[in-house]
């Protein structure tokens, strides 16, 4: 019952990036209409990471329970707030232009998107193999 939980909680905090990098992406958006860049950046960094945590959490409480799952899975959200702090935080020049940012965004999105569905076909796989075995 604790797996549901915790994997409920992963879905809920991993909501919170997927939003704020659409309004990052397109600040006319109600969301992200007058806040500053650096700000929202900020914001998407803290809940990335509490969505890294909480999956992790999810890992240590044997949601997966197969070792060849969970080390994968464990290792892509150990990084998801590295490569996140990559895209978001990158230097740039006063002459890159704001499609740049927007760019970077959307490269974020993809990689929330991805690493959610990283965790669906693990925790999917998980549970196909423990009804085969």
């Not at 240590?60 to 799952?69: D, K, M, N």
């Not at 702090?85 to 499609?99: C, N």
Request: hydrophobic content about 55%.
């Amino acid at each position: 019952m604790i797996h549901l939980w915790t994997f409920m909680a992963c879905l809920g905090v991993w909501q919170w990036p997927h939003a704020l990098l659409i309004a990052a992406a397109y600040p006319g958006s109600p969301l992200g209409k007058g806040m500053p860049i650096r700000e929202m950046n900020c914001l998407i960094m803290i809940w990335t990471l509490l969505f890294s945590q909480t999956v992790l959490l999810f890992i240590i409480q044997q949601g997966i329970s197969h070792a060849s799952l969970a080390i994968p899975v464990f290792l892509t959200f150990i990084l998801l707030p590295v490569f996140m702090a990559g895209v978001l935080f990158m230097p740039r020049k006063r002459s890159q232009s704001e499609t740049d940012f927007r760019n970077a965004c959307i490269t974020g999105f993809k990689l929330t998107n991805l690493a959610i569905l990283t965790l669906f076909a693990a925790i999917f796989t998980d549970r196909l193999t423990l009804s085969f075995f």
